[in-house]
């Protein structure tokens, strides 16, 4: 059974900066390329960014300036390090594995496990 566990998630305040992380159980981990997506109440599932076994990554352009995607094979997880947040930034953040790769990383249709999410709220 795969198990993706998201940690981290809290809140802050504006300007803070907040580092989650998801680790990976029941799937061999090199073999998946991971990804953060984020969800805010009344709003459709966006993508934050994605990394491929090699850490390769692409970012949404709304947060690459600010966001940060990185993974450590050796430990099954893989991280999202936030800085500057803004009070839009408040969402369920998810993580989410595929083990087929295709160009469409931004599309939630194309994973195959997800994280139960974690919540990031930001205030002012």
């Known amino acids: 059974q795969v198990q993706l566990v998201e940690s981290g998630g809290g809140s802050v305040q504006a300007g803070g900066s907040l580092s989650l992380s998801c680790t990976v159980s029941g799937y061999t981990y090199h073999r998946l390329g991971m990804a953060w997506f984020r969800q805010a109440p009344g709003k459709e599932r966006e993508a934050i960014g994605y990394i491929d076994w090699g850490g390769r990554t692409s970012v949404n352009d709304s947060v690459k300036d600010r966001f940060t995607i990185s993974r450590d094979n050796s430990k099954n997880t893989h991280y999202l390090q936030m800085h500057n947040l803004e009070i839009e930034d408040t969402a369920m953040y998810y993580c989410?594995?595929?083990?087929?790769?295709?160009?469409?990383?931004?599309?939630?249709?194309?994973?195959?496990?997800w994280g139960q999410g974690t919540q990031v709220t930001v205030s002012s």
């Open positions: 989410a594995a595929r083990t087929v790769w295709t160009p469409l990383w931004y599309d939630p249709g194309r994973y195959d496990f």
